[in-house]
């Protein structure tokens, strides 16, 4: 059984850059304490005959031809847009002025 103290907890948060009340500390310090034995449980389980995977089921990668298909053209690119300028789509400014 593991035991997390509200200083590790403190340690944890300053290192995460997060702000925790007193009472968080206490909070998170149970919480800590039981994914901690949680994961040592597994420890216990995963034996030295069970290889290391990173995914319980092998993952495949399922690609398709690529295929030439004439895209849109201008004016049917912007025919949906709310707000078009000079051949392209108006959007709000997000930068000031200066530059």
Do not use: C, W, Y
Not at 25 to 39: C, E, P, S
Not at 41 to 67: C, M, Q, Y
């Amino acid at each position: 059984m593991s035991n997390i103290s509200r200083d590790e907890v403190a340690h944890l948060a300053k290192l995460a850059r997060m702000a925790v009340t007193e009472e968080e500390l206490d909070t998170f310090a149970g919480q800590l304490d039981q994914i901690l034995d949680a994961v040592a449980k597994v420890g216990e389980v995963a034996g030295d005959d069970i290889p290391p995977t990173s995914h319980a089921v092998p993952l495949t990668n399922v690609f398709r031809p690529d295929e030439v298909r004439t895209g849109l053209t201008q004016d049917e690119a912007l025919s949906g847009a709310p707000a078009a300028e000079e051949g392209r789509f108006r959007v709000p400014r997000i930068l000031g002025e200066e530059q």
